[in-house]
């Protein structure tokens, strides 16, 4: 694997090495797949979009003012991608990851009687507005700080703050209905989202 800086990669591109390239999708690509799986629910429109940012991140890559941050640069576009394809194709249904292998691939590794649960959560995140999804996966996934997803997103962070305590508090609501319908296993893990505005 090379050892090189991003910056130092992105020179060599940019002087001609295209195949370099590659070392920049493979430093970036498995991180980058599950916020757009997240994101867009599927892993279909996941694909789309992270392909479709690489290949702009490549076309405009003399455009990239900082080489050393390529991998926040590539992020910003990546997440313009995941709105335009969530806005093309989201309003048709309601989207939540339903594809167990995608789901497995997407998240970390958990004991296995926490995949029942991983399901639930992924379901809620799926039933939040895409902003209020958004600016809770850029935060607590993704643990950015509010000035950093301010300037991914283009919102302000007072907006951004009010984005992530209203889908706290809708995952509050969502997940305690499975709390309720599932019993008291459930119930000890909530937490983990209840406590995360506070984070």
Not at 11 to 29: C, H, K, P, S
Not at 62 to 83: K, T, Y
Request: hydrophobic share 35%; net charge neutral.
């Amino acid at each position: 694997m090379d050892r090189s800086t991003d910056a130092q990669i992105v020179e060599r591109v940019l002087r001609g090495d295209a195949e370099l390239y590659a070392e920049l999708v493979e430093r970036y690509r498995d991180r980058y797949a599950r916020y757009a799986l997240h994101m867009l629910g599927n892993r279909e429109d996941a694909e789309e979009a992270l392909q479709d940012a690489f290949t702009r991140a490549y076309r405009s890559l003399a455009r990239c003012e900082d080489p050393e941050r390529f991998g926040a640069w590539l992020f910003r576009i990546l997440v313009n991608r995941c709105r335009t394809v969530g806005a093309r194709r989201g309003r048709r249904s309601r989207t939540f990851v339903s594809d167990d292998l995608a789901l497995h691939e997407a998240a970390e590794e958990h004991p296995a009687e926490r995949s029942a649960w991983r399901e639930e959560i992924d379901r809620a995140l799926g039933r939040l507005r895409p902003e209020q999804r958004e600016a809770f996966l850029l935060k607590y996934v993704e643990e950015l700080g509010y000035d950093e997803m301010s300037r991914l997103t283009g919102a302000g962070v007072s907006a951004l703050k009010m984005r992530v305590m209203r889908a706290c508090d809708r995952l509050r609501e969502l997940l305690s209905d499975v709390r309720d319908s599932r019993g008291v296993r459930e119930e000890r893990r909530l937490p983990e989202v209840n406590d995360a505005r506070h984070s």
